[in-house]
C-alpha cells in the first residue's frame, strides 16, 4: 500500500457524459500527479500540481482539467466523454515538486465509456 | 521530442535465472530514472531508481545501471522467483518540467518455476 487514495476504483459512464475522478496523496507529500494507462498509448503524463498550483503539464486534453485543494486532494474532471477515453487513470503524489522526488502512485480508477 | 524506449517487451526465464531490462531516452537534460513493478489490477510500485551522479545502484535482488554517454540505462533482476513476474516499467525524468516522467512501453517478464 502506497499511501496514496482514489475514488471510485470503477467507473461506467456514457458517451458526452462528465465525471470527477478523487485523489488523497500520501501524508506529508505536496505535490499529486495524474497519468493516463491505455493499450495502446501506454503510460502518459497528464499534469502535476504542487500545492495548489499547476506545475508541469503534459498532453492533457482541453476537455479534461485538474485541481488541487488546500488539503491537497486532487481531482481530475474528464468531460465531453468519448470512447477513447476509456482507460486506467491513476494519480501519484510525491514530497517536492522537481523531477528527483519519488513519485508514489495510488490503485487508480477504472474508467469504461460505452 | 521526448522519447523513452523499452525493451524487450515480454521476457520469459526460468526460476533462479537473471533478468535484464533496456531503456534508451532522448532527453539529454534526464537525470533520474526509476522503475516500476505493476501487477496485475494494481497502480505501478516503485522498486528502483537511480540519479545521473550515480552509475549504478543496487538493492538485494535487483539492480540499475545507467550510462549517460549512450543515454542508456537497464534492470538488472537476479536469482528471478515467481513472485517477480509483472509488467516492468522505466521511466526518466523531462528537463525543467516539474516532477514530469516519460514511461516505456514496458515489459512483461514471466519467471517459470
Known amino acids: 500500500d502506497s499511501g496514496v487514495t482514489q475514488t471510485p476504483k470503477h467507473l461506467i459512464t456514457a458517451t458526452g457524459q462528465r465525471v470527477t475522478l478523487r485523489c488523497s496523496p500520501r501524508s506529508g507529500d505536496l505535490s499529486v500527479y495524474w497519468y493516463q494507462q491505455s493499450l495502446d498509448q501506454g503510460l502518459q503524463f497528464l499534469i502535476q500540481y504542487y500545492n495548489g498550483e499547476e506545475r508541469a503539464k503534459g498532453n492533457i486534453l482541453e476537455r479534461f482539467s485538474a485541481q488541487q485543494f488546500p488539503d491537497l486532494h486532487s481531482e481530475l474532471n474528464l468531460s465531453s466523454l468519448e470512447l477513447g477515453d476509456s482507460a486506467l487513470y491513476f494519480c501519484?503524489?510525491?514530497?517536492?515538486?522537481?523531477?528527483?522526488?519519488?513519485?508514489?502512485f495510488g490503485p487508480g480508477t477504472r474508467l469504461t465509456v460505452t | 521530442g521526448e522519447n523513452v524506449e523499452q525493451h524487450p517487451s515480454t521476457l520469459s526465464v526460468q526460476e533462479g535465472d537473471s533478468a535484464v531490462i533496456k531503456c534508451t531516452y532522448s532527453d539529454s537534460a534526464s537525470n533520474y530514472f526509476p522503475w516500476y513493478k505493476q501487477e496485475l489490477g494494481k497502480g505501478p510500485q516503485l522498486i528502483i531508481d537511480?540519479?545521473?551522479?550515480?552509475g549504478e545502484k543496487k538493492d538485494q535482488r535487483i539492480a540499475v545501471t545507467l550510462n549517460k554517454t549512450a543515454k542508456h540505462f537497464s534492470l538488472h533482476i537476479t536469482e528471478t522467483q515467481p513472485e517477480d513476474s509483472a509488467v516492468y516499467f522505466c521511466a526518466a525524468s523531462i528537463g525543467n518540467q516539474g516532477g514530469k516522467l516519460i514511461f516505456g512501453q514496458g515489459t512483461e517478464l514471466s519467471v517459470k518455476p
Open positions: 501519484a503524489s510525491s514530497v517536492g515538486s522537481g523531477h528527483t522526488y519519488e513519485q508514489y
Open positions: 537511480i540519479r545521473s551522479n550515480v
